[in-house]
């Protein structure tokens, strides 16, 4: 058995034609969807990037790994402590672990462990490539180590290659030489002036009016990005931008798919394709950036196109990306470690249905949140803000209404307290199986809050005050008036 796992940094469903979306983005993915299975509702439990994977590789919840941030002490897991051996013990095993048991060969092509020191990430992989910009590779960067791998390893039986793509994370950095293949193409309708313009008004990281973080882009260092998001002629550039990267990464994939072919085994070849986490293209006024535990940072593509089983079908399931593992464990007939929080939903695979009743999803690098996923709804709990205005809680029927445009938490106070009884439901049972008595949502909190905005409130309301948003710069040092966070700034 052979294994092509395409892990797409930062990859929105919704951005992929195949899933739907009005552009023609991603032709060489389109077909492995074709080929295999297409998940509709699957879902990172813990996000972005450092927690998301980690939960993956683990296959744990972050609230029980401890990695649920970027820095502080919840961007390590917990030690094992006093019983661990001269090896980690096996029933941590990693993802990459039991399936070296089982006999493949595990390699990965990615800065991943690098770019956010997660030396963790290796455990279990037989060999690791670097290609060393540590998350700015482009494509035509990621491409050649992959094919020239497969032409040493393609033939071969039982491997699993992790091949890791950049290019719809921001900065969107295509090639200018590329062009833009949506110059004449339109965008979507649910982004509007007025939304445009209410959000330009507001305040936040990576909002319309502060882009690149606090303030606007560098466009002569990256020239496909607009300044600022203050029209939809500026949006429509943003987009244009996340879109050629999608396609420019897509274009690639074919190259590896081609690789596969000329060696006769592509169709003997397990494909899989996925992402980290996705990126808020204006949903709650976030711009190119995965800060909330919403429906859109979330929800992630899964394409399994696998050889024999099901072809060219859509699931419709609740799932976690934690539920990857044990899935393809169960179709290898290999062991499934009793720690792993994931479930498998192989039946899938063969036209069954195995999809849970509710997803919680957390976010604790840009902001504190969590949040749950049932029925059409989504409800999202705020701890801390993330510098941004929000309420405590959110709700979302993201089957009517996907970009989040209509908070219904004030006229469906019913809603909302079902979905906070399930929080606790989950929160109870999560609780209730760690190894420690402390939720590393807390620990983010006690630490001064999410990595990604520690430090920076009096900074920011200053920025603010200098762009004419004084009411608003006064709305927020108001809700975080003399909070734990404030007393650390970033230098």
């Avoid at 029209?231 to 987009?239: A, G, R, V």
Wanted: with cysteine; charged share 25%.
């Amino acid at each position: 058995m052979r294994i092509l796992y395409l892990d797409c940094d930062t990859l929105r469903p919704d951005h992929l034609s195949c899933y739907g979306y009005l552009r023609k983005t991603s032709p060489n993915i389109d077909w492995l969807a074709s080929q295999g299975l297409r998940y509709e509702n699957y879902y990172a439990t813990d996000v972005p990037c450092l927690p998301s994977r980690a939960a993956l590789f683990m296959g744990r919840f972050g609230i029980h790994t401890g990695v649920v941030g970027h820095g502080g002490t919840a961007a390590d897991p917990r030690l094992e402590g006093a019983s661990r051996g001269f090896r980690q013990s096996p029933e941590g095993a990693s993802w990459m672990d039991v399936l070296r048991e089982a006999g493949f060969y595990t390699a990965s092509i990615s800065p991943f462990a690098e770019r956010h020191s997660a030396w963790w990430f290796y455990r279990g992989f037989c060999e690791m490539i670097n290609p060393g910009k540590g998350g700015m590779e482009r494509a035509d960067e990621v491409m050649p180590y992959a094919v020239e791998w497969l032409r040493r390893w393609g033939l071969e039986e039982d491997w699993f290659l992790q091949v890791n793509f950049w290019d719809p994370h921001t900065p969107y950095r295509t090639p200018i030489s590329y062009g833009n293949p949506f110059a004449h193409e339109p965008i979507e309708d649910w982004i509007t002036e007025d939304k445009i313009r209410r959000d330009y008004a507001s305040y936040g990281p990576h909002s319309a009016q502060d882009v690149a973080e606090m303030g606007p882009n560098d466009t002569t260092r990256w020239p496909r990005l607009p300044r600022t998001i203050a029209t939809l002629e500026d949006y429509k550039q943003w987009i244009d931008g996340y879109d050629t990267g999608i396609k420019y990464m897509d274009d690639h994939i074919g190259q590896i798919l081609d690789v596969l072919d000329q060696q006769d085994v592509l169709d003997e070849t397990v494909i899989i394709v996925s992402a980290d986490h996705a990126e808020n293209q204006g949903e709650l006024n976030v711009y190119g950036d995965h800060q909330t535990a919403d429906h859109i940072t979330c929800r992630v593509p899964l394409i399994i196109r696998w050889p024999g089983l099901t072809s060219g079908q859509v699931d419709r399931g609740l799932h976690y990306n934690l539920d990857l593992p044990p899935t393809l464990c169960d179709l290898l007939g290999a062991r499934i470690p009793p720690r792993w929080d994931g479930r498998s939903f192989a039946q899938t695979l063969e036209g069954g249905d195995a999809g849970r009743e509710y997803l919680v999803l957390s976010q604790c690098a840009w902001s504190c949140q969590r949040a749950v996923r049932f029925g059409p709804w989504l409800l999202i709990r705020t701890y801390h803000d993330g510098l941004k205005d929000f309420p405590p809680r959110m709700l979302f029927n993201v089957e009517e209404d996907p970009h989040e445009l209509h908070d219904l938490a004030e006229t469906h106070p019913e809603i909302v307290n079902q979905g906070l009884a399930l929080l606790d439901e989950w929160h109870g049972e999560m609780m209730r199986t760690s190894e420690s008595s402390i939720d590393p949502l807390w620990t983010v909190m006690r630490e001064g809050g999410p990595y990604h905005t520690r430090g920076l409130l009096q900074r920011y309301a200053q920025r603010l005050r200098e762009t004419g948003r004084i009411a608003q710069a006064e709305t927020l040092l108001a809700r975080h008036t003399q909070g734990e966070w404030t007393s650390r700034e970033r230098p």
